[in-house]
Protein backbone atom coordinates (compact mmCIF):
# COMPACT_ATOMS: atom_id res chain seq x y z
CA UNK A 1 0.00 0.00 0.00
CA UNK A 2 1.62 3.54 -0.98
CA UNK A 3 -0.51 5.62 1.19
CA UNK A 4 -3.06 5.05 4.14
CA UNK A 5 -5.04 7.73 5.41
CA UNK A 6 -6.87 6.96 8.53
CA UNK A 7 -9.63 9.13 10.24
CA UNK A 8 -8.20 12.63 9.48
CA UNK A 9 -9.80 15.41 10.74
CA UNK A 10 -8.66 19.38 10.22
CA UNK A 11 -10.78 22.04 12.34
CA UNK A 12 -10.36 25.79 11.59
CA UNK A 13 -11.45 28.32 14.11
CA UNK A 14 -14.13 30.52 12.22
CA UNK A 15 -13.11 34.01 11.41
CA UNK A 16 -14.40 37.46 9.94
CA UNK A 17 -17.06 40.32 11.33
CA UNK A 18 -19.36 37.10 12.16
CA UNK A 19 -16.83 35.86 14.79
CA UNK A 20 -18.37 35.49 18.25
CA UNK A 21 -16.89 33.36 21.23
CA UNK A 22 -17.97 30.21 21.53
CA UNK A 23 -18.58 29.29 17.42
CA UNK A 24 -18.30 26.33 15.52
CA UNK A 25 -15.51 25.62 14.30
CA UNK A 26 -15.52 24.61 10.59
CA UNK A 27 -14.67 21.11 10.03
CA UNK A 28 -13.15 21.48 7.15
CA UNK A 29 -11.74 17.34 6.85
CA UNK A 30 -14.37 15.34 9.27
CA UNK A 31 -13.21 11.52 9.55
CA UNK A 32 -11.48 10.99 6.56
CA UNK A 33 -10.18 7.42 5.17
CA UNK A 34 -9.02 6.16 2.44
CA UNK A 35 -5.95 3.93 0.98
CA UNK A 36 -4.14 3.92 -2.34
CA UNK A 37 -2.16 0.92 -4.06
CA UNK A 38 1.27 1.93 -5.34
CA UNK A 39 0.84 2.49 -9.17
CA UNK A 40 -3.15 3.72 -8.70
CA UNK A 41 -5.04 6.79 -8.78
CA UNK A 42 -6.84 7.73 -6.65
CA UNK A 43 -9.54 10.74 -7.24
CA UNK A 44 -11.40 13.13 -4.51
CA UNK A 45 -13.89 14.85 -5.70
CA UNK A 46 -16.45 17.51 -4.65
CA UNK A 47 -17.90 21.22 -5.04
CA UNK A 48 -15.91 24.16 -3.64
CA UNK A 49 -15.57 23.86 0.17
CA UNK A 50 -15.62 20.51 0.32
CA UNK A 51 -12.60 20.00 1.82
CA UNK A 52 -10.26 18.22 -0.80
CA UNK A 53 -7.48 20.56 -1.17
CA UNK A 54 -7.14 20.44 2.61
CA UNK A 55 -7.03 16.70 1.75
CA UNK A 56 -4.12 17.23 -0.19
CA UNK A 57 -2.04 19.63 1.69
CA UNK A 58 -2.46 17.71 4.87
CA UNK A 59 -1.04 14.83 3.33
CA UNK A 60 2.11 16.51 1.87
CA UNK A 61 2.40 18.23 5.21
CA UNK A 62 1.31 21.64 4.13
CA UNK A 63 -1.35 21.29 6.85
CA UNK A 64 -0.91 19.04 10.15
CA UNK A 65 -4.01 17.67 10.95
CA UNK A 66 -5.59 17.73 14.52
CA UNK A 67 -6.25 14.13 14.73
CA UNK A 68 -5.85 10.77 12.63
CA UNK A 69 -2.87 9.27 10.79
CA UNK A 70 -1.70 10.19 7.33
CA UNK A 71 1.04 6.96 6.13
CA UNK A 72 3.09 7.33 3.41
CA UNK A 73 5.41 4.24 1.85
CA UNK A 74 8.16 6.84 0.25
CA UNK A 75 8.65 10.39 -0.80
CA UNK A 76 5.52 12.30 -2.16
CA UNK A 77 5.43 16.10 -4.17
CA UNK A 78 2.66 17.83 -4.87
CA UNK A 79 1.58 20.29 -8.08
CA UNK A 80 -0.81 22.39 -7.64
CA UNK A 81 -3.79 24.20 -9.50
CA UNK A 82 -1.73 27.63 -10.78
CA UNK A 83 0.96 27.18 -12.64
CA UNK A 84 2.05 30.54 -12.78
CA UNK A 85 1.34 31.43 -9.01
CA UNK A 86 3.02 27.98 -8.14
CA UNK A 87 6.75 29.16 -9.82
CA UNK A 88 8.80 32.15 -8.67
CA UNK A 89 8.96 34.56 -11.01
CA UNK A 90 12.29 35.69 -10.16
CA UNK A 91 13.64 32.09 -11.04
CA UNK A 92 15.10 30.54 -13.97
CA UNK A 93 13.58 27.16 -14.75
CA UNK A 94 16.52 25.32 -14.24
CA UNK A 95 16.73 26.18 -10.71
CA UNK A 96 12.53 25.86 -10.24
CA UNK A 97 13.17 22.43 -11.51
CA UNK A 98 16.61 21.38 -9.86
CA UNK A 99 16.17 23.25 -6.18
CA UNK A 100 14.75 20.16 -4.39
CA UNK A 101 18.08 18.33 -5.32
CA UNK A 102 20.70 21.34 -4.72
CA UNK A 103 18.84 21.77 -1.24
CA UNK A 104 19.83 17.64 -0.77
CA UNK A 105 23.46 18.44 -1.47
CA UNK A 106 23.25 17.61 -4.80
CA UNK A 107 26.09 18.40 -7.30
CA UNK A 108 25.69 21.41 -9.84
CA UNK A 109 26.52 19.31 -12.54
CA UNK A 110 24.62 16.16 -11.93
CA UNK A 111 21.69 18.34 -11.05
CA UNK A 112 22.20 20.07 -14.62
CA UNK A 113 22.12 16.87 -15.85
CA UNK A 114 18.92 15.42 -14.35
CA UNK A 115 16.82 18.80 -14.91
CA UNK A 116 17.61 18.74 -18.41
CA UNK A 117 16.43 14.74 -18.18
CA UNK A 118 13.29 15.58 -16.66
CA UNK A 119 12.32 18.22 -18.83
CA UNK A 120 12.61 15.78 -21.33
CA UNK A 121 10.16 13.85 -19.82
CA UNK A 122 7.74 16.40 -19.70
CA UNK A 123 8.18 17.14 -23.04
CA UNK A 124 9.57 20.23 -22.53
CA UNK A 125 12.70 20.44 -24.84
CA UNK A 126 12.40 23.86 -26.19
CA UNK A 127 16.03 25.10 -27.07
CA UNK A 128 17.42 27.26 -24.28
CA UNK A 129 14.39 26.61 -21.90
CA UNK A 130 16.07 26.34 -18.58
CA UNK A 131 17.18 29.88 -18.86
CA UNK A 132 14.02 31.23 -19.50
CA UNK A 133 11.66 32.15 -16.30
CA UNK A 134 8.26 31.25 -16.13
CA UNK A 135 6.37 34.39 -17.55
CA UNK A 136 8.15 33.48 -20.94
CA UNK A 137 5.71 29.92 -20.89
CA UNK A 138 2.07 28.89 -21.99
CA UNK A 139 0.18 27.79 -19.24
CA UNK A 140 0.22 24.11 -20.54
CA UNK A 141 3.92 24.36 -20.52
CA UNK A 142 4.13 26.34 -17.02
CA UNK A 143 2.26 22.97 -15.84
CA UNK A 144 4.92 20.71 -17.31
CA UNK A 145 7.27 22.82 -15.40
CA UNK A 146 5.53 22.11 -12.16
CA UNK A 147 5.34 18.58 -12.94
CA UNK A 148 9.16 18.17 -13.69
CA UNK A 149 9.75 19.70 -10.35
CA UNK A 150 7.60 17.17 -8.50
CA UNK A 151 9.19 14.23 -10.21
CA UNK A 152 12.84 14.61 -9.99
CA UNK A 153 13.29 13.39 -6.98
CA UNK A 154 11.65 9.77 -8.11
CA UNK A 155 9.11 10.29 -5.53
CA UNK A 156 6.61 7.53 -5.21
CA UNK A 157 3.24 9.37 -5.21
CA UNK A 158 2.12 12.75 -6.19
CA UNK A 159 -0.74 14.60 -5.29
CA UNK A 160 -2.45 16.59 -8.32
CA UNK A 161 -4.50 19.47 -6.94
CA UNK A 162 -6.86 20.20 -9.37
CA UNK A 163 -3.87 20.33 -12.07
CA UNK A 164 -5.72 21.05 -15.00
CA UNK A 165 -8.57 23.48 -13.94
CA UNK A 166 -6.64 26.63 -14.85
CA UNK A 167 -5.80 25.55 -18.39
CA UNK A 168 -7.98 26.13 -21.45
CA UNK A 169 -9.62 22.87 -22.91
CA UNK A 170 -7.02 22.20 -25.69
CA UNK A 171 -4.30 21.93 -23.53
CA UNK A 172 -5.91 19.61 -20.75
CA UNK A 173 -6.02 16.61 -22.71
CA UNK A 174 -2.27 16.98 -23.60
CA UNK A 175 -1.42 17.39 -19.42
CA UNK A 176 -3.58 14.36 -18.81
CA UNK A 177 -2.09 12.24 -21.21
CA UNK A 178 1.55 13.36 -20.12
CA UNK A 179 0.50 12.09 -16.69
CA UNK A 180 -0.93 9.20 -17.64
CA UNK A 181 2.27 8.20 -19.32
CA UNK A 182 4.62 9.40 -16.31
CA UNK A 183 2.58 7.10 -13.89
CA UNK A 184 3.17 4.36 -16.86
CA UNK A 185 7.06 4.76 -17.13
CA UNK A 186 7.56 5.90 -13.68
CA UNK A 187 5.50 4.00 -11.40
CA UNK A 188 4.18 6.41 -9.76
CA UNK A 189 0.75 6.66 -7.58
CA UNK A 190 -1.74 9.63 -7.40
CA UNK A 191 -4.02 11.11 -5.57
CA UNK A 192 -6.01 13.44 -8.37
CA UNK A 193 -8.27 16.35 -6.69
CA UNK A 194 -10.70 17.86 -9.09
CA UNK A 195 -14.20 19.00 -9.36
CA UNK A 196 -14.56 18.18 -12.82
CA UNK A 197 -16.01 14.27 -12.91
CA UNK A 198 -15.10 13.94 -16.77
CA UNK A 199 -11.26 14.53 -15.61
CA UNK A 200 -11.63 12.03 -12.35
CA UNK A 201 -13.51 9.36 -14.71
CA UNK A 202 -10.42 9.43 -17.46
CA UNK A 203 -7.68 9.80 -14.48
CA UNK A 204 -8.76 7.60 -11.44
CA UNK A 205 -9.04 3.63 -10.27
CA UNK A 206 -11.05 4.91 -7.60
CA UNK A 207 -13.04 7.47 -6.79
CA UNK A 208 -13.74 9.02 -3.28
CA UNK A 209 -16.60 11.77 -3.22
CA UNK A 210 -16.30 14.59 -0.38
CA UNK A 211 -19.03 16.25 1.24
CA UNK A 212 -18.50 18.96 4.09
CA UNK A 213 -15.23 17.28 5.08
CA UNK A 214 -16.48 13.72 4.64
CA UNK A 215 -16.15 11.17 2.40
CA UNK A 216 -19.88 10.01 1.32
CA UNK A 217 -18.47 7.36 -1.43
CA UNK A 218 -15.76 5.11 -1.97
CA UNK A 219 -16.15 2.73 -5.27
CA UNK A 220 -14.18 1.81 -8.08
CA UNK A 221 -14.60 4.38 -11.08
CA UNK A 222 -16.98 2.08 -12.83
CA UNK A 223 -19.15 1.83 -10.26
CA UNK A 224 -18.74 5.51 -9.08
CA UNK A 225 -19.90 6.50 -12.81
CA UNK A 226 -22.46 3.83 -13.68
CA UNK A 227 -24.17 2.88 -10.46
CA UNK A 228 -23.76 5.76 -7.92
CA UNK A 229 -25.21 5.06 -4.22
CA UNK A 230 -24.87 8.27 -2.28
CA UNK A 231 -27.50 11.04 -3.29
CA UNK A 232 -25.04 13.57 -3.42
CA UNK A 233 -22.85 11.65 -6.03
CA UNK A 234 -25.82 11.55 -7.75
CA UNK A 235 -26.11 14.98 -8.02
CA UNK A 236 -22.87 15.63 -8.71
CA UNK A 237 -23.24 13.29 -12.07
CA UNK A 238 -25.91 14.91 -12.96
CA UNK A 239 -24.81 18.93 -12.66
CA UNK A 240 -22.73 17.48 -15.52
CA UNK A 241 -23.38 16.96 -19.20
CA UNK A 242 -22.78 14.03 -20.87
CA UNK A 243 -22.63 12.40 -17.31
CA UNK A 244 -25.37 10.23 -16.16
CA UNK A 245 -25.97 6.97 -14.05
CA UNK A 246 -27.86 3.86 -15.42
Known amino acids: MMLRVIELKKYFRARGPLFRSGREPVRAVDGVSFSIEKGRTFGLVGESGSGKSTVAKLIVNILRPDSGRI ?6 DIVFQDPFSSLNPRMRIRDIVGES ?58 VLDEPVSSLDVSIQAGILNLLKDLQQGLGLTYVFISHDLRVVEFM ?17 SREIYTAPRAEYTRHLLNSIPRIRPE
Open 71 to 76: IVNGDC
Open 101 to 158: LRIRGISRRETEKRVKETLALVRLERTGCIDKYPHQFSGGERQRIAIARAIIRHPGMI
Open 204 to 220: ADTVGVMKDGKLVEIAS
